[in-house]
């Protein structure tokens, strides 16, 4: 079985977050717990200066650094980009750091976790402790521990305690592909959030005043939301994760969209799998199908993501299992022509 295990400190103020197991599929059950008095001394930080609209960046150069300073932990900062991971994990001698930070948000720590989990860095990184400082667009691994401010986890590089967290395999056509810490989604939740990520790179790379984070959003919101387009897919939902076990249901498709995740947050104060707990081995799924409309789509994200309520009316449901399956399919029925070729 393959896990994620969290160190927090005995107030809940800080994690560490370490990698266990090789398989694809999580255990059920409660997570391990232990505690951990020794205290970290050395850490290489893994700083993602794009996480958060650069909020990783100026969090380290502001804070983080005198934080660790003033503990006594001896540290190497490697920033990523420019530098590779492969390249990083390649190169550093892991016998020397007895943790790894992740300056950066969800997408930073699974990259990481992917890298660390490759056969050629499996020995000498998959058993190493991972500190979660919070800075990303997303946070969920670190707000499913309590994590809500990347100021709270220093603390758990002195005291902490143990906690697994299951990691979820990703395959395509039966090759796995990728390991995943948290969750997945597809159409138009997904397509908001990549949006607002090409919106950041582009204002980073404008030579006018960027825009801020929040308009950020909202653009990439809007613009997703004239779209409105559907993803050709069925979805299969399997509590049984034996070879050869039969679905429990087939959702037939096309969807609005479809989000599926173990952790109740996907960033501070928003949530659209309300239900899920990190401790049942479950995939908490919430989907939209194609009849929902517009305005139905924009009180999903908008209303109920928020107020971390999802009501299940015209078109929206939720379900859970420990294995999904996305069977894609061509010539789902599209509403805008014009955006036919782009699709």
């Not at 800080?14 to 266990?20: D, I, R, S, W």
């Not at 190497?76 to 790894?100: G, Q």
């Not at 707990?277 to 517009?294: F, I, P, S, Y």
Request: glycine share 8%; with cysteine; aromatic share 8%.
């Amino acid at each position: 079985n393959s896990f994620c295990t969290l160190l927090a400190n005995t107030t809940a103020v800080g994690t560490m977050l370490q990698a266990e197991g090789s398989s694809l599929i999580p255990k059920v059950g409660k997570p391990v717990i232990k505690f951990n008095n020794s205290g970290v001394r050395s850490v290489l930080v893994l700083l993602n200066g794009r996480a958060g609209w650069r909020r990783a960046l100026n969090y380290f150069n502001a804070t983080l650094q005198y934080q660790l300073d003033r503990e006594g932990v001896v540290y190497k900062v490697r920033n990523t980009p420019p530098d590779d991971l492969a390249t990083i994990l390649r190169t550093e001698k892991a016998h020397m750091w007895e943790a790894v930070a992740i300056v950066g948000g969800d997408g930073s720590l699974n990259a990481y976790i992917n890298h660390a989990f490759a056969p050629e860095a499996y020995d000498r990184w998959h058993e190493k402790p991972i500190v979660l400082i919070p800075t990303g667009t997303h946070n969920s691994v670190a707000h499913a521990v309590g994590i809500d401010r990347p100021e709270a986890t220093v603390g758990s590089l002195r005291y902490g305690r143990i906690k697994k967290m299951p990691l979820w395999g990703c395959t395509l056509g039966g090759v796995a592909v990728a390991q995943v810490v948290g969750g997945v989604s597809v159409g138009f939740y997904a397509d908001v959030i990549h949006d607002a990520h090409e919106i950041k790179l582009r204002a980073a790379e404008s030579s006018t005043m960027p825009m801020p984070k929040r308009r950020q959003f909202w653009a990439s919101l809007w613009n997703t939301f004239y779209r409105y387009r559907s993803v050709a897919c069925n979805l299969e939902v399997y509590s049984d994760v034996s070879e050869g076990a039969e679905p429990d249901k087939v959702i037939k498709g096309p969807f609005r969209t479809i989000i599926a995740s173990h952790l109740p947050m996907q960033h501070s104060g928003y949530s659209l799998t309300p239900k899920a707990n990190a401790d049942d081995g479950l995939l908490h799924v919430t989907m939209a199908k194609q009849e929902c409309t517009r305005m139905r789509m924009l009180h999903l994200v908008h209303r109920e993501g928020p107020a971390r309520a999802i009501m299940e009316e015209d078109g929206v449901s939720v379900t859970s299992g420990r294995k999904l399956v996305f069977d894609f399919y061509e010539d789902a029925p599209i509403e805008d022509a014009d955006f036919e070729e782009e699709r």
